[in-house]
Nanobody, 121 residues
Framework: VQLQASGGGLVQAGGSLRLSCAAFRRTSNNYVMGWFRQAPGNEREFVAAIRWFGGSTYYADSVKGRFTVSRDNTKNTVYLQMNSLKPEDTAVYYC???????????????WGQGTKVTVSS
C-alpha cells in the first residue's frame, strides 16, 4: 500500500487547510486511516483517524472541534480539514494505515511521505 499526502502549506493563525491522503492499492476495508504530526524536537503524535468501513472517526483532544477527518471511498482518499489553525499546529503531517484503531504511531503499518504545515502568528 502506498500513501501520498498533500495539501500542506503556510497559513495565518485562524486560517484553514485541507490535507489529502491518496491510497494507491487500496487497503483492506477494515483498515483505519490515521493522521499524525511531528513538530521539530517532538515525538510523532496522533491527530485523527477514520475507519474505511463505517466511517467512525477519532480525534486528539487538541484538535477536537477544529479538525475534521473524512474519506471518499470512490477516490481511495482520506482528508483532514483543519480550521481555526494555531501556531502550535505547525508540524509535518503524515497519513498512515493500520489494521486496527490506535493512537500510537508504532501500530501503523503504512505511511505517507508527510506534508508540512506552517501556521504563522
Amino acid at each position: 500500500v502506498q500513501l501520498q499526502a498533500s495539501g500542506g502549506g503556510l497559513v495565518q493563525a485562524g486560517g484553514s487547510l485541507r490535507l489529502s491522503c491518496a491510497a494507491f492499492r487500496r487497503t483492506s476495508n477494515n483498515y483505519v486511516m490515521g493522521w499524525f504530526r511531528q513538530a521539530p524536537g517532538n515525538e510523532r503524535e496522533f491527530v485523527a483517524a477514520i475507519r474505511w468501513f463505517g466511517g467512525s472517526t477519532y480525534y486528539a483532544d487538541s484538535v477536537k472541534g477544529r479538525f475534521t477527518v473524512s474519506r471518499d471511498n470512490t477516490k481511495n482518499t482520506v482528508y483532514l480539514q483543519m480550521n481555526s489553525l494555531k501556531p502550535e499546529d505547525t508540524a509535518v503531517y503524515y497519513c498512515a494505515a493500520a489494521a486496527y484503531y490506535s493512537t500510537s504511531f508504532e501500530n501503523y503499518d503504512y505511511w505517507g511521505q508527510g506534508t508540512k504545515v506552517t501556521v504563522s502568528s
